[in-house]
């Protein structure tokens, strides 16, 4: 039921999660994390950047948000939505919070995806472009198998492409907790540089680079292709 | 039904809004109360920031956590939204006082120090936010230039926290009267005392729940 609400305002994905050693404090009594992603309608094809804050996938992803913690509420559990963007100035104090925990623990605990070289959540079928936002709650949702190891084999290609360096080309394992693969720094300053070129804070070059490895397959050849990067 | 029946329906629809964090009932028995002409200022002490003192209690009581508060705190600010600038200052006295506040570093705090901002806002203070990772300096500057009555300082790295003595010192020896208080994790009860601090709040969570009984304190001011 649940499932279908989120998928009744287009998200494309949902997943239920232990999220119990991803919380920020204050938070272990809404250990069950409710992932939704929203796949970017932009063809990573041809273009030269990947803005993820398509506003209609932002306010899609809102809506979602909205009507699962309104069933919640009606079932009197407990809940908190941490937004997949937010504007500070909108709602002042959650969404403070929502820079604080990571949408992309939320995916892997619910069994949506990896975490690949890029740092990026890597949806076995949809790839890198989507966007993501959770609700964490205490109610009793059936739980997703996590994943904890990233899958991107012998692929380098995301490393290759960023233009700052930044992805130092290791692979990703749960057990290394919130340990970061990409170097934010460098990506920043490199997305300062965008800014200051174009006007538009956006890059996502290692989403391109990512998602090219999956252009112009059907969605049960991307699922062969995840578990045959060795061959890359 | 009665006019002042009604009016204390909306109060308690709000009161319950915030404790319930039901944005959507605050924003409705906000907008109710304005079309029906009572006072906004009413409305917001009695109504939004009774809500959030009982908000203060479930946090003690371990019944609500940092999220619920978070939550309540955003229907508050729905309501208060909507009934700021309905507030009829003529005939009211119409500043409470003055407030200087600032993150003297780090951002872990912004949460603990916009609560408390909003709160002084709520009960008529005007406050000077300087934002995070303040300098010193900058506190007394501004305490000087605005002669405010209270300070509040909150720092979250034991080397900075040092600084906070040495301005506390400077700002009581140009106005021993004005009110200082201090928050952040490294400060305690004993260090607040040997600086010569007037209040303190112990770690990140407890500057919410210090936030919230403020409003008790600053209703009956
Ligand atoms: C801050 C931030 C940035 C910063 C810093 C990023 C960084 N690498 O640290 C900057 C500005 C650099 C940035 C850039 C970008 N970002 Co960004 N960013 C965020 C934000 C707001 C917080 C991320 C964060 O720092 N979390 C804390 C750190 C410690 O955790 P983490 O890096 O998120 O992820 C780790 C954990 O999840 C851990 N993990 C995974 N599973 C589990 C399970 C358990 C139990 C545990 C303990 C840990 C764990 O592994 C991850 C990798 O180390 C998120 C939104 C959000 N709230 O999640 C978006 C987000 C990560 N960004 C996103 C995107 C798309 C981008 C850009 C492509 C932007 C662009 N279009 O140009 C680039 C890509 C950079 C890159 N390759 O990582 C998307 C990613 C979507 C996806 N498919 O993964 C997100 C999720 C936004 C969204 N709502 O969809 N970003
Ligand atoms: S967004 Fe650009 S700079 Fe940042 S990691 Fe990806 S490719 Fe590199
Ligand atoms: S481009 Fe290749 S290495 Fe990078 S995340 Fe995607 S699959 Fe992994």
Redesign the interface.
Same mark, same amino acid.
């Given at each position: 039921m649940i499932e279908e609400l989120a998928l009744d305002c287009g998200a494309d994905v949902l997943g239920f999660g232990d999220v119990s050693e991803a919380l920020p404090?204050?938070?272990?009594?809404?250990p069950v994390g409710i992932s939704v992603g929203m796949a970017n309608a932009q063809s990573p094809g041809g273009a030269a950047r990947y803005d993820h804050r398509d506003v209609e996938i932002q306010s899609a992803l809102d809506e979602a948000l909205r009507e699962i913690a309104a069933f919640l509420?009606l079932r009197g559990y407990?809940y908190?939505c941490c937004p997949a963007e937010c504007d500070p100035m909108e709602?002042?104090?959650?969404a403070?919070?929502a820079h604080r925990f990571s949408h992309k623990a939320a995916a892997t605990c619910a069994g949506l995806g990896w975490v690949g070289r890029n740092g990026l959540l890597i949806h076995p079928e949809l790839g890198p472009c989507v966007s993501w936002a959770t609700v964490?709650t205490n109610a009793p949702l059936p739980l997703g198998d996590p994943w904890t190891e990233g899958e991107c084999r012998g692929c380098m290609a995301c490393a290759e492409a960023c233009p700052a360096g930044a992805i130092s080309g290791k692979g990703w394992r749960r057990s290394q907790g919130m340990h970061r693969l990409v170097d934010a720094d460098r990506c920043r300053d490199s997305l300062d540089t965008v800014e200051r070129e174009t006007g538009a804070r956006v890059c996502g070059r290692c989403a391109l680079a990512c998602a090219a490895v999956y252009r112009g397959k059907g969605a049960a050849d991307r699922k062969q292709l995840a578990l045959n990067w060795s061959n890359l | 039904m009665g006019s002042d029946e009604r009016k204390q329906e909306l109060f308690g629809k709000m009161k319950e809004g915030v404790i319930e964090y039901?944005e959507d009932q605050v924003v409705e028995a906000a907008n109710a109360l304005v079309d029906e002409g009572f006072d906004a200022y009413e409305g917001i002490m009695d109504g939004l920031a009774a809500g959030m003192e009982v908000v203060g209690e479930l946090f003690d009581s371990q019944e609500y956590?940092?999220?619920?508060v978070?939550?309540c705190? /955003?229907a508050l600010?729905a309501g208060l939204d909507i009934l700021r600038p309905k507030v009829d200052m003529a005939g009211r006295e119409a500043v409470k006082g003055e407030v200087v506040i600032g993150v003297v570093e780090g951002d872990v705090h /912004?949460?603990g120090k916009?609560?408390v901002k909003?709160m002084f806002e709520v009960a008529g203070f005007t406050v000077h936010d300087l934002g995070a990772d303040v300098p010193i300096d900058e506190f007394v500057e501004k305490q000087i230039n605005t002669n405010s009555d209270i300070v509040a300082l909150s720092a979250m790295m034991t080397t900075t926290m040092m600084g906070m003595k040495k301005a506390i010192v400077k700002l009581k020896e140009k106005n021993p009267d004005v009110m200082i208080m201090l928050g952040g994790a490294p400060v305690t009860g004993e260090i607040a005392d040997m600086f010569g601090a007037d209040g303190y709040s112990e770690n990140?969570?407890n500057a919410v729940s210090e936030a919230i009984k403020m409003v008790a304190a600053l209703r009956k001011m």
């Amino acid at each position: 039921m649940i499932e279908e609400l989120a998928l009744d305002c287009g998200a494309d994905v949902l997943g239920f999660g232990d999220v119990s050693e991803a919380l920020p404090p204050g938070f272990a009594h809404l250990p069950v994390g409710i992932s939704v992603g929203m796949a970017n309608a932009q063809s990573p094809g041809g273009a030269a950047r990947y803005d993820h804050r398509d506003v209609e996938i932002q306010s899609a992803l809102d809506e979602a948000l909205r009507e699962i913690a309104a069933f919640l509420r009606l079932r009197g559990y407990r809940y908190f939505c941490c937004p997949a963007e937010c504007d500070p100035m909108e709602s002042p104090f959650t969404a403070r919070m929502a820079h604080r925990f990571s949408h992309k623990a939320a995916a892997t605990c619910a069994g949506l995806g990896w975490v690949g070289r890029n740092g990026l959540l890597i949806h076995p079928e949809l790839g890198p472009c989507v966007s993501w936002a959770t609700v964490v709650t205490n109610a009793p949702l059936p739980l997703g198998d996590p994943w904890t190891e990233g899958e991107c084999r012998g692929c380098m290609a995301c490393a290759e492409a960023c233009p700052a360096g930044a992805i130092s080309g290791k692979g990703w394992r749960r057990s290394q907790g919130m340990h970061r693969l990409v170097d934010a720094d460098r990506c920043r300053d490199s997305l300062d540089t965008v800014e200051r070129e174009t006007g538009a804070r956006v890059c996502g070059r290692c989403a391109l680079a990512c998602a090219a490895v999956y252009r112009g397959k059907g969605a049960a050849d991307r699922k062969q292709l995840a578990l045959n990067w060795s061959n890359l | 039904m009665g006019s002042d029946e009604r009016k204390q329906e909306l109060f308690g629809k709000m009161k319950e809004g915030v404790i319930e964090y039901d944005e959507d009932q605050v924003v409705e028995a906000a907008n109710a109360l304005v079309d029906e002409g009572f006072d906004a200022y009413e409305g917001i002490m009695d109504g939004l920031a009774a809500g959030m003192e009982v908000v203060g209690e479930l946090f003690d009581s371990q019944e609500y956590f940092v999220p619920e508060v978070l939550m309540c705190a /955003d229907a508050l600010y729905a309501g208060l939204d909507i009934l700021r600038p309905k507030v009829d200052m003529a005939g009211r006295e119409a500043v409470k006082g003055e407030v200087v506040i600032g993150v003297v570093e780090g951002d872990v705090h /912004d949460i603990g120090k916009n609560l408390v901002k909003m709160m002084f806002e709520v009960a008529g203070f005007t406050v000077h936010d300087l934002g995070a990772d303040v300098p010193i300096d900058e506190f007394v500057e501004k305490q000087i230039n605005t002669n405010s009555d209270i300070v509040a300082l909150s720092a979250m790295m034991t080397t900075t926290m040092m600084g906070m003595k040495k301005a506390i010192v400077k700002l009581k020896e140009k106005n021993p009267d004005v009110m200082i208080m201090l928050g952040g994790a490294p400060v305690t009860g004993e260090i607040a005392d040997m600086f010569g601090a007037d209040g303190y709040s112990e770690n990140a969570s407890n500057a919410v729940s210090e936030a919230i009984k403020m409003v008790a304190a600053l209703r009956k001011m």
